[in-house]
C-alpha cells in the first residue's frame, strides 16, 4: 500500500465523521475479496465465507472511529477479520455438541426399516474391520474419543501420553481410514 492510498485510508476512516455512501462502497469494494480471502481460509465454507466478510466489513465500518492510525488501515481490518474469524469458529464448536444431539434426536424419530437396520449393522461391521487393520496406537486412541466418547483430557490420563501425541495419532488414524474406503 503505497503512501498516498495509507493517506486517503486514514482520512477516509478516522479524520472524516461525515463519511458518505459513496466512499463506504468504495472501501467496499477494495477490501471485501481480502476479507473473503481470510474468512475462507478459516471455515472453508464459500457461502460462509461470504456472510462472515460482509459482517466483518460491517464491523470495521460501525467501529471505524477506534481506528487510531498506529497501523496500517489494512492490518487493522486484517486483524478484526481474524479475531471475528476465530469468535465465530469458537462459538460454532460449541454449539457442535448441540448439532450432534439434535441429530440424534431426529435419528430417533425416524422409523427403522428393516433394511436401514441391516445396512447400519454393515456399515458398523465394516468400520470395526477397518479399526483392527489400523496399528493398536491409533486403534487405541479412535475407539477411546469416538466409541467410549473420552474427552482429549481423559485419554491423556488414561494413557499418559501428551495431548498433541493424542491429537496426532488422532489425525493418522483419520486420514488412514479415509484412504482405506
Not at 486412541?141 to 501420553?161: A, G, W
Request: hydrophobic share 35%; glycine share 0%.
Amino acid at each position: 500500500m503505497n503512501t498516498e492510498q495509507l493517506n486517503k485510508s486514514i482520512f477516509l476512516t478516522r479524520f472524516d465523521q461525515r463519511i458518505n455512501e459513496q466512499k463506504v462502497n468504495e472501501l467496499y469494494i477494495k477490501y471485501q475479496n481480502k476479507v473473503y480471502t481470510i474468512a475462507l481460509s478459516y471455515v472453508k465454507d464459500n457461502y460462509l465465507a461470504e456472510d462472515l466478510a460482509h459482517e466483518i466489513l460491517v464491523k470495521c465500518y460501525l467501529t471505524r472511529k477506534k481506528f487510531n492510525g498506529d497501523c496500517s488501515f489494512h492490518s487493522w481490518i486484517y486483524r478484526i477479520a481474524i479475531n471475528h474469524c476465530i469468535d465465530f469458529l469458537r462459538r460454532s464448536y460449541r454449539h457442535r455438541d448441540l448439532l450432534h444431539e439434535d441429530l440424534e434426536l431426529l435419528n430417533d424419530r425416524n422409523v427403522c426399516t428393516t433394511e436401514s437396520e441391516v445396512l447400519t449393522i454393515f456399515d458398523k461391521e465394516e468400520l470395526r474391520n477397518k479399526l483392527r487393520l489400523l496399528p493398536s496406537k491409533y486403534e487405541e486412541v479412535i475407539m477411546l474419543y469416538y466409541f467410549k466418547d473420552l474427552s482429549l483430557k481423559e485419554i491423556e490420563h488414561h494413557l499418559n501420553i501428551k495431548l498433541s501425541t493424542i491429537k496426532t495419532r488422532l489425525f493418522r488414524a483419520k486420514r488412514m481410514l479415509r484412504e482405506m474406503y
